[in-house]
């Protein structure tokens, strides 16, 4: 059955996970069991570098990275369009050379315009 | 019922479960785990069906890139839950129809083919097959695609520049 | 069934052998990294538990163990429990394809030294090392604390952006090796290991991979001077414990993959290969801390600066370079 060595193989990865879990839960485990609890004192609170904590962190913010999630969602894509392409680089070798001397060329396009554009450099704010 | 059978419909029910739980969460952010892990999910069911290569992909853009970026967008919008209705019934009466229509519609699709409930044989698209196929046969689609992700990613900067001057919030 | 019973039996001692290995190997890291950052800067580095301070991984770890874990109380329960095992558990997945030596030959069954041998490996690597953002991200998220929130996101956009040129620089490596089978690839390099033929993509490599393991000069996400302890400021006992063990099978992980891509693998005379690639790791990995006592931080545009200007670029350029020279 063609399906046999990838149920092995999915059956390898899965008990290796287990293991792993396995491995990380015990010390948990173990470190309730022995850990003394002091309650009281305001050690739950968030850390603010001594002060009292003002607040919650979850608020609206801008996160000025989130164009890099957006240019590297759209540039991931198409870097895995690339290594298919590379598995097979060869088979046809002009042709190959030429797709893959357009798809960087699109891909260096991406780039080009986000540098123009100043998503790399950093904005200061007023 | 062989493990493998096991596997799917274990799996499945994982996918549908996590789907479900993350349509009814109400705090964003725990939506998004759920929903990784229901495209977790989806990418080991098309590893076990014989797409090793689509299933790395999958996670890769879905769980790795595209979650990322709602984890960015839901940090930019109101994180604290709104009152009212989890589904307020303009969103889930449109939404019950359309998912009736296509349930309907994806039955009788699937029973007017003849060859339902003929088993399925077990196939394997090794990755260097899977390449083969598509830069012989989809190559030209393959680099339209990527101009269109060239433009998308263009109009998106371009709509993430204009909006940036508007937003006068604090950097991370 | 027979055999299906001895492969499964085989596949447990070998999972055994190397998680045990890597965790012990991660513990004592630790002692390494700091003796050797102490030797850097002129100090004695731990040496008071056992001689040459042997005995510090043990003191360690039972300090980490009996030490009370806090969860803050604006945390987000869950998710602050979660983080820590999934930075731990992506970085032990991706030495499950990473092959210590050549197949054996034991009572003659072949036994491959490898946990599996994906057909697709080097995308697996790539898939965990994207879920890897997760716990860096989430851990921040949960914590509710401004100072690990600002971690997380600074921890997930380097992670990201770092991801494409660490993607870029191996498609080279696919194109030489033709393809994605780590196993594979080692097989490849039965001649010269790729490092000769591929400098560029190794250097890439190499900075990508340690701007992924979040360590200095790119350890932003946990700069002490202004974010206290970044993604981790909230943890500690034994869930810190469980960050800092992700970290350094990270590194060994990472130290693996070098060896594996570029220096050729287990190959290498007179030595057993499965010494060779420990030797390799090693290597690598002390690289890696002897920067780390070199280079200062860097600032966060200069970070994005070498990522997406430079590295992202040199890696295009060399994928169309060595595209042309496979051929001709």
């Known amino acids: ?126 | 019922m062989t493990l493998y059978t096991a596997l799917f419909y274990l799996l499945g029910a994982l996918i549908v479960a996590s789907t479900g739980v993350a349509v009814t969460r109400r705090n964003l952010v725990h939506a998004v785990v759920y929903l990784i892990l229901s495209f977790f999910g989806t990418s080991l069911l098309f590893y076990l069906l014989g797409a090793p290569l689509l299933a790395a992909l999958w996670v890769i853009i879905y769980a790795g890139a595209i979650m990322v970026l709602f984890l960015f967008i839901i940090m930019m919008t109101r994180a604290d839950a709104q009152a009212g209705p989890l589904f307020p019934p303009g969103q889930w009466i449109p939404a019950a129809v359309l998912g009736l229509l296509y349930l309907v519609v994806g039955s009788l699709m699937v029973l007017a083919v003849p060859e339902t409930g003929a088993e399925l044989r077990p196939a394997v698209a090794a990755p260097r097959n899977f390449a083969l196929h598509l830069f012989e046969t989809h190559w030209l689609s393959v680099e339209i695609v990527s101009v269109l992700l060239l433009v998308a990613l263009m109009g998106a900067l371009y709509l993430g520049r204009r909006r940036e001057t508007d937003v006068s919030g604090e950097e991370p | 069934m027979i055999m299906w019973f001895a492969g499964l039996i085989l596949l447990i001692v070998k999972l055994a052998v190397v998680l045990g290995f890597l965790l012990f190997l991660a513990a004592y890291l630790v002692w390494v990294e700091r003796k050797f950052l102490a030797r850097l800067q002129i100090r004695y580095g731990p040496n008071r538990a056992g001689r040459y301070g042997l005995l510090q991984p043990i003191a360690d770890t039972v300090k980490m163990l009996t030490k009370e874990d806090t969860i803050p109380d604006g945390a987000d329960k869950g998710l602050f429990c979660l983080a820590p095992a999934v930075v731990a558990m992506t970085a032990m997945l991706m030495f499950a394809v990473v092959p210590f030596g050549p197949e054996l030959s034991v009572f003659g069954r072949k036994v491959p030294l490898v946990i599996t041998d994906l057909n697709i490996g080097l995308l697996f690597v790539f898939a965990l090392s994207s879920l890897g953002v997760y716990g860096v991200a989430l851990g921040g998220w949960a914590s509710n604390s401004k100072y690990s929130l600002l971690g997380g996101i600074r921890g997930a956009a380097q992670m990201i952006s770092y991801e494409l040129a660490l993607g870029l620089s191996l498609v080279p490596i696919v194109m030489l090796a033709r393809s994605f089978s780590v196993v594979d690839i080692v097989q490849a390099q039965e001649r010269y290991p790729f490092i000769l033929v591929q400098p560029v993509a190794f250097v890439i490599f190499m900075i990508s991979a340690m701007a992924e393991s979040k360590r200095i000069p790119f350890d932003l996400p946990e700069a002490e001077n202004e974010l206290v302890a970044g993604f981790h400021t909230e943890y500690s006992g034994i869930r810190f414990g469980l960050f800092f063990l992700g970290e350094y099978v990270h590194m060994q992980v990472l130290g693996a993959l070098v060896a594996v891509l570029f220096l050729g693998g287990w190959r290498g005379p007179f030595l057993p290969p499965p010494v060779w690639l420990f030797i390799k790791i090693i290597l690598v990995v002390l690289f890696m801390i002897w920067t780390r006592g070199t280079l200062p931080r860097l600032r966060y545009d200069q970070l994005m600066t070498l990522g997406w200007k430079m590295l992202i670029p040199l890696a295009l350029l060399n994928i169309v370079v060595t595209g042309a020279v496979v051929l001709f």
């Open chain 1, 1 to 126: 059955m063609p399906t046999q060595g990838l149920l092995f193989d999915f059956l390898a990865v899965a008990l290796y996970l287990l293991v792993g879990v396995v491995f990380a839960v015990v010390p948990l485990i173990l470190s309730s069991l022995i850990v003394k609890r002091s309650m009281g004192a305001k050690r739950e609170e968030t850390y603010e570098s001594g002060m009292q904590t003002i607040g919650s962190a979850w608020i609206q913010f801008t996160v000025a990275y989130y164009i890099y999630a957006l240019i590297f969602l759209a540039f991931d894509v198409d870097v895995l369009y690339l290594f298919p392409v590379a598995l097979v680089y060869g088979s046809y070798p002009m042709r190959d050379l030429v797709e893959v001397l357009i798809f960087v060329g699109i891909l260096s396009l991406a780039i080009v315009y986000a540098w123009c554009k100043g998503v790399f450099e950093w904005q200061h704010q007023k």
